[in-house]
């Protein structure tokens, strides 16, 4: 069974940083693209950053030079550190994959920046 679970969500004035961790489990991580994508208030979901298999990271321009995704590998764990957060960011934040033919998603954690 795939599962992905976040943490690292919460409160923050805008300007500060928060670091989001998904940890992946009934997978073979190593071999899977990792993504993150946000859903703000009446907003459709979109596509933050991902990272590939190998290590290549793409991000969305409205984050570009403020998040940073990252993986680990060894502790099956892919990671987003968000800095210089602005309100617009709020936002809930889920970890995605696709394996076996299936999307994947967490249950998603809550990103609130305070302006």
């Known amino acids: 069974q795939v599962r992905l679970v976040e943490s690292g969500g919460g409160l923050v004035q805008a300007g500060g940083s928060l670091r989001l961790s998904c940890a992946a489990s009934?997978?073979?991580?190593?071999?899977?693209?990792m993504a993150w994508h946000r859903q703000g208030p009446v907003k459709e979901r979109e596509l933050v950053a991902s990272?590939?298999?190998?290590?290549?990271?793409n991000y969305t321009d409205s984050v570009a030079g403020r998040f940073t995704i990252s993986r680990d590998n060894v502790r099956n764990t892919v990671r987003l550190q968000m800095d210089n957060l602005k309100p617009e960011d709020t936002a809930i934040y889920y970890c995605?994959?696709?394996?076996?033919?299936?999307?994947?998603w967490g249950q998603g954690t809550q990103v609130t920046v305070s302006s």
């Open positions: 995605h994959t696709r394996a076996r033919g299936r999307d994947f």
């Open positions: 009934g997978i073979n991580f190593r071999l899977h693209a």
């Open positions: 990272i590939s298999a190998g290590g290549s990271s």
